[in-house]
């Protein structure tokens, strides 16, 4: 059976170094703009899950930019392990009550945008192992005023990603986005989606090599792309009825967050740190 501990250090290591690098990104497009605004990070442990044993049981960090350009994004890294609780274990590939064991360790972002006509972004790649180890991930676009050279320069940024290393991948993943990020009881999805993917297999070191390389391409794509959608839109003006609009739409996507997000149950019931996980949330919202 294949030690992934060094594996997991390999990935946490890269999603540290592509976090410091889109944060840096922010930063530079905050100064473009007249702002001082800068990530403040906070560091975390996990807290152990009922029935698990003591000992070290891993973090994270929280990073958070409130700016003139990004009125709230977070940038997160952890890594953490141990026992995931009996009635959860079953509902998490690779484990059981019997075999609780699991590590993760992953990147997740969200971009709330002070402009309206500046899109959100959700960006997450991860690495996780319990009897199995795989890699998961995505990223989608979630403007409250869409435009469809945004949305079409989005899509071409991670199909590209995709079809360096599958032909069949952005077809695949990008309809799995569209199944994902709908919400059931509103009858719409939250944006004009991207591409989501999951339990890609490592079941020997060249998948991880495979998947893994693929993961860092997903994460280079948001980085390549995303920044430039912003400097394209963040100087627009804009009236009281589009601001309207996109406090109404962050309502939605919070709804999406808190009833359907696999990630946001994940955190929650494998003790990950609250702020951080409902750091996805907006900054403000109305439902009307």
Known sequence: ??????????????????????????????????????????????????????????????????????????????????????????????????????????????????NPHVPAVHMNTRFLTTTRAWFGGGADLNPPIPYEQDTAEFHAAFKAACDAHDPDYYRRFSEWADEYFYIP????????????????????????????????AVGEAFLAVFPKLVRRRMNMDFTPEEKLRQLQWRGRYAEFNLVYDRGTAFGLKTGGNIDAILMSLPPEAVWS
């Not at 004009?192 to 490592?202: E, K, R, S």
Request: hydrophobic letters at 40%; aromatic letters at 10%; a negative charge.
């Open 1 to 114: 059976m294949i030690d992934w501990k060094p594996y997991t250090a390999h990935a946490k290591e890269w999603f540290e170094s592509l976090r410091d690098a889109i944060c840096a990104e922010f930063e530079a497009i905050e100064r473009e703009a007249g702002s001082d605004a800068s990530f403040e990070y906070t560091p975390w442990q996990r807290a152990a899950v009922e029935g698990e044993g003591g000992g070290e049981t891993g973090g994270g960090t929280r990073g958070l930019i409130k700016g003139k350009v990004f009125e709230k994004a977070g940038v997160n890294v952890s890594t953490v392990h141990g026992d995931l609780s009996k009635d959860f274990a079953a509902s998490v590939s690779g484990a059981s009550a019997e075999q609780p064991a699991f590590s993760a360790t992953g990147i997740s972002l969200v971009a709330h945008m002070a």
């Open 185 to 216: 009881h509103r009858k719409c999805h939250r944006g004009v989606g991207g591409i989501f993917y999951d339990h890609l297999d490592c079941a020997d070191e060249a998948a991880w090599e495979a998947n893994f390389a693929f993961t860092k």
